[in-house]
């Protein structure tokens, strides 16, 4: 069995943190699937041309908005809102409009895709596939392309591929398609020939960047770090923001943070305090125990958007884990759950002060968000090692409860880890329960990091249960046992 003892640190939480960012892993391109398909998915180009009220966006949207209430049916006019909201950036509403244009116009030959494109940029897949599929239309091949991202967001390879085989019958050469081909051919394990998709996309415009990422992926997987560089370095600083925001993603993931943040700065000069390079941002200042860089970050997200709110608490959440008011990080992470609970910060944060505050919601909303994302190994050993050390806590305390549930926990991340079984055997012990104690410790007795304490709770639970021979065998063994 695993046996993973957690001695206490005082600096542990920024240790966490620092972790946790430099962990942030793109296991498969199934992570950028939506940052590639905003920018490369073929369709209308989407602008605003003249934007009816000047050249400020805010004003365009005050001078759209004006009109639409005195002329709710316009749909030009929604449109050019539609189209405003997907430029700026702010995919809820661009959903919206491009939702409301649909209803005005049924055969408007954008409104459905853009609508689908903007759900799927907030993480919602299921309604992006009911956009597309609403009244039991026919996808077009562009919007079969969508249909298979949405699957790859919601983990189903297969429908996936089912989707990419109709969308390449229908329109096979459309670039979204052979990039989607090469992303399943990376996601099933098929690394030659995915390279070889990559390397004929590389030379066409409107796919090279996305077919750059894949190709840096590829060398990633294959531990050739010096490759993976390059093709990052060979990405062109111009390039859109989802090919930048990828490629600081993967800095990341290789450890070049100076790298990543000067990508995010890059991006925040061109576009502005946008919740998806601030967050970010911000989790590297963390990793970087840089408080004060933190809060900057947060006060420079004015919008008044949900995302915009969700990012301050969010951030606030980080400011206050580093301090270490547990208490407040909890609250600011109920507040900034709804756009950020898929963020890997955010789960370690939620699964640390779960455990310290032995708060079993929010443990388990920890554990079933790592159990549904894609977890190394080791990643949940670690979180499990989590969970167990406050777990010893609570039994310390004589908290037999917190302490089953806390336990509990780890063994689902990790069903053979031995000290978790130790601790549940404790709390099992404490609350009276002398048959589940025996049964959770006696397999430990052939474990050698836990025999000695296993034995231990097994003596103590014969001797509650009044089967004194047996308790006295039991603390004979520990006796010979104790060195």
């Not at 690394?191 to 590389?202: F, I, K, M, P, Q």
């Not at 970087?288 to 933190?294: G, I, R, T």
């Not at 908290?399 to 780890?410: F, R, S």
Request: charged residues 25%.
């Amino acid at each position: 069995m695993i046996s993973l003892p957690a001695p206490p640190d005082p600096h542990r939480r920024t240790k966490v943190i620092a972790a946790i960012v430099a962990a942030v892993t793109i296991v498969c391109l199934l992570a950028l699937v939506i940052i590639v398909a905003r920018d490369q998915i073929a369709g209308s180009a989407v602008r605003v041309e003249g934007g009816r009220g000047g050249d400020d966006a805010a004003e365009q949207r005050a001078v759209l908005e004006a009109h639409l209430a005195r002329d709710p049916d316009d749909d030009a006019a929604v449109a050019d809102l539609a189209a405003l909201a997907t430029a700026e950036r702010r995919w809820a509403d661009a959903a919206a409009q491009w939702g409301r244009l649909a209803k005005l116009d049924p055969l408007h030959p954008d409104a459905r895709f853009e609508q689908a494109r903007a759900l799927l940029a907030i993480g919602d897949p299921e309604a992006a596939v009911v956009a597309l599929t609403a009244d039991g239309r026919e996808p077009t091949g562009r919007e079969r392309v969508l249909l298979a991202r949405a699957a790859l967001v919601r983990g189903d390879l297969d429908e996936a591929r089912t989707h990419a085989a109709a969308a390449a019958q229908e329109s096979p050469e459309l670039p979204a398609v052979r990039l989607l081909q090469a992303d399943l051919a990376f996601l099933g394990a098929d690394d030659e020939h995915a390279r070889t998709l990559y390397g004929v996309l590389l030379n066409d415009t409107e796919t090279a960047a996305a077919a750059g990422l894949g190709l840096a992926q590829l060398a990633l997987r294959a531990g050739d770090r010096d490759a993976a560089l390059a093709q990052l370095a060979a990405l062109p600083d111009e390039a859109g923001f989802q090919v930048l925001s990828a490629r600081a993603a993967l800095y990341r993931q290789l450890g070049r943070d100076d790298d990543a943040v000067a990508d995010y700065r890059a991006l925040q000069d061109r576009y502005g305090p946008l919740p998806d390079v601030i967050v970010p941002l911000a989790e590297l200042y963390a990793a970087q125990q840089d408080a004060a860089a933190v809060r900057a970050s947060r006060l420079s997200l004015v919008g008044t958007a949900a995302s915009d709110l969700a990012a301050r608490h969010y951030l606030q959440a980080i400011e206050s884990y580093l301090a270490g008011d547990t208490s407040a990080t909890r609250d600011y992470l109920g507040w900034a759950a709804d756009f950020f609970a898929g963020r890997d910060l955010y789960r370690w944060m939620e699964l640390d002060v779960g455990a310290e505050l032995g708060d079993p919601k929010l443990v388990h909303a920890a554990v079933t968000s790592l159990e549904a994302g894609v977890v190394s190994p080791l990643r949940r050993e670690r979180a499990a090692a989590v969970l167990t050390g406050r777990a010893a806590e609570f039994a310390d305390a004589g908290d037999a409860i917190t302490a089953a549930v806390l336990a509990g926990a780890a063994l689902e991340l990790v069903p053979d880890l031995a000290s978790a079984r130790l601790v549940a055997a404790r709390a099992a012990l404490l609350s009276g329960d002398h048959a589940r104690a025996a049964a959770l410790a006696e397999p430990l007795t052939r474990s050698d990091t836990e025999r000695t304490a296993a034995l231990e709770v097994l003596g103590r639970a014969a001797l509650r249960a009044d089967q004194h021979e047996r308790a006295a065998a039991y603390f004979d063994d520990l006796a010979k046992a104790t060195p």
